[in-house]
């Protein structure tokens, strides 16, 4: 394997996420503040995951005791704090994080999960967000939800009947029983704990922007230090020769042919498109080339025994929105059957830093034997080491991944090979790094 430089550190804008804890009563309107906090944040890297979801599963006396309404569900017990401490990490450090599904009308937890990945920031919110201290050494922010107990008892009552299917009798019953007992042994201390504490709920308009602005501030702050580390790593692609890891398409006189008509002026749009597929097929066709095979033997219709090879893995793509969406017909004219998923990563006008709005890829992409992340053209890098991180994070090995693109930049390549050794990319051209983005332009008319 060819190992293109030594290994340079880069850490995603969505890594050492901030996570704020909301406690309080329940009842106390926790999930109507986040929700306030991430509508004043406007910004759509912010998550709100609730401590509902890690209620540990119940055996069958403690199932049958909670259809009773006589299972305590408000004592920290009830809560899987190791699991709810593993997925927090898993975000802080920038990873997939599997969140598990909590039923409340069948007291289980489900099979299906739900996927967090690469938020700005996460709110943590339940009566117990301030309660382990696993949890507290991670939080960026500790915010205390304070409101009315006859408040909080008529929001319970309302949310059980209508969305969990209780009956007030049960909903009265476990309130003396268990939540207004246990909010003075376990939720009130968090009070003394807490960063700021916010009474009112949603109402409180004056905390709810305070929090707001320091959120904000911290993010200000993150998206600075992400650009330098961009510009840190560009300089150190700069003074580098070119990784061997970039592949460049021999240039015979086929390809220098097709390379003339691509790049004149005057070539029609429909004679464009005829060619550019054409050249990213015989991409296609030299980056599946590192696709494993293994030895295979088949008879010929002559009757004779030949010795040949198969492939022992199958091929996934990714296409980076809008560029790779160019290269989507040579794929299927090289590899009809290959699945495919896409992300979406945009250059944020004001600052200059990617950003990744969107991201569909199929479940099973990590035991792909090879993914072509597809771009139409790679200039500084910045998108192109984003993707290749998002492909990471979900599981696909380095030396899996192979960049396909039709114009690449010798600082945008090292950039990515730095951070990356093992990944290979394959461009059929190599132009100025501050190329304007006109490939997918002409492809796509627009």
């Not at 004043?40 to 979801?53: G, K, R, Y």
């Not at 580390?229 to 220098?256: C, D, F, H, Y």
């Not at 993914?371 to 998002?390: C, E, I, K, P």
């Not at 991944?401 to 290979?424: E, K, Q, S």
């Amino acid at each position: 394997m060819l190992q293109a430089t030594r290994r340079h550190h880069y850490s995603p804008p969505w890594g050492d996420a901030s996570i704020i804890g909301v406690a309080g009563s329940s009842g106390s309107g926790k999930t109507s503040l986040a929700l306030a906090i991430v509508a004043q944040l406007n910004l759509p890297w912010v998550v709100i995951m609730s401590m509902d979801s890690f209620y540990k599963p119940l055996t069958p006396e403690q199932s049958r005791k909670a259809f009773l309404n006589e299972y305590d569900f408000d004592a920290p017990e009830a809560i899987d704090f190791d699991i709810l401490v593993e997925r927090l990490r898993d975000i802080k450090q920038g990873k997939v994080a599997e969140v598990p599904m909590y039923s409340f009308e069948k007291h289980a937890r489900l099979p299906q999960t739900t996927t967090i990945y690469s938020p700005h920031v996460l709110i943590l919110e339940g009566i117990f967000a301030l309660h382990d201290q696993r949890v507290l050494d991670m939080l960026d922010l500790k915010i205390f939800a304070e409101a009315d107990a006859d408040l909080c008892l008529s929001r319970r009552l309302v949310r059980d009947v209508k969305e969990r299917g209780r009956d007030i009798e049960g909903c009265i019953k476990q309130w003396f029983g268990f939540v207004k007992p246990n909010f003075h042994k376990y939720v009130a201390p968090q009070r003394e704990i807490a960063d700021v504490i916010i009474p009112r709920g949603i109402e409180n308009k004056v905390a709810i922007s305070m929090v707001s602005d320091q959120i904000q501030k911290t993010l200000s702050h993150k998206s600075a230090a992400h650009q330098l580390e961009l510009r840190r790593l560009g300089k150190i692609a700069e003074e580098s020769p070119l990784s061997p890891n970039a592949l460049v398409l021999k240039e015979t006189n086929q390809v220098r042919g097709v390379h003339s008509l691509l790049m004149n002026t005057v070539t029609s749009r429909e004679d464009y498109i005829f060619y550019f597929d054409r050249m990213i097929a015989m991409l296609i066709e030299k980056a599946i080339d590192f696709l494993p095979f293994q030895p295979h033997q088949v008879v010929t219709p002559q009757g004779n025994v030949y010795m040949g090879l198969r492939k022992s893995a199958e091929v996934s793509a990714v296409v980076i929105l809008r560029g790779g969406s160019a290269l989507e017909t040579g794929l299927r004219r090289t590899i009809p059957d290959c699945q495919t998923g896409r992300i979406l990563i945009q250059t944020n006008y004001r600052t200059g830093e990617p950003e990744l709005h969107y991201r569909a890829l199929p479940l099973d992409l990590a035991k792909s034997g090879l993914v072509l992340l597809l771009d139409s053209q790679m200039s500084t890098g910045g998108a192109a080491l984003m993707a290749v991180r998002v492909l990471v994070d979900h599981g696909v090995p380095e030396d899996r991944i192979l960049f396909v693109t039709y114009l690449a930049g010798h600082v945008g390549v090292n950039r990515v090979l730095g951070v990356f050794p093992d990944v290979r990319v394959v461009v059929a051209r190599l132009g100025d790094d501050m190329e304007d983005r006109w490939v997918e332009t002409r492809y796509l008319g627009c």
